[in-house]
Nanobody, 128 residues
Framework: QVQLVESGGGLVQAGGSLRLSCAAS????????MGWFRQAPGKEREFVAA????????YYADSVKGRFTISRDNAGGTVYLQMNSLKPEDTAVYYC?????????????????????WGQGTQVTVPS
């Protein structure tokens, strides 16, 4: 049974930082590209960042570029999202997701429809 479990969310003041983690189990983690998405109340789920299997390729939404960093630890089966200079508009539930991209080492997708497995989400709140 595949499980993706996010952690690290919380309440942080504007300008602060958080580090989200997503621990994967039940799958061959190194065969999957990983993505982070978020959904704010009343809005559609949107792409935040993605990383290829080998970490060779990373993509970011324009809204987070230069502030957020995605990384992964294949040995530990975990993907991270370091979030700096947080803004009120970053408030959302953050989800990690897994996309089977083996054998390619340079694929990572921005489209939620490409991701097969999803975590339950972790809330990030940045008060205005």
């Amino acid at each position: 049974q595949v499980q993706l479990v996010e952690s690290g969310g919380g309440l942080v003041q504007a300008g602060g930082s958080l580090r989200l983690s997503c621990a994967a189990s039940g799958l061959s983690f190194s065969m999957y590209a990983m993505g982070w998405f978020r959904q704010a109340p009343g809005k559609e789920r949107e792409f935040v960042a993605a990383i290829s299997r080998s970490s060779a390729i990373t993509y970011y939404a324009d809204s987070v570029k230069g502030r957020f960093t995605i990384s992964r630890d294949n040995a530990g089966g975990t993907v991270y999202l370091q979030m700096n200079s947080l803004k009120p508009e970053d408030t959302a539930v953050y989800y990690c997701a897994a996309d089977m991209t083996w054998p390619s080492e340079v694929r990572a997708d921005r489209r939620p429809s490409e991701y097969k497995y999803w975590g339950q989400g972790t809330q990030v709140t940045v008060p205005s």
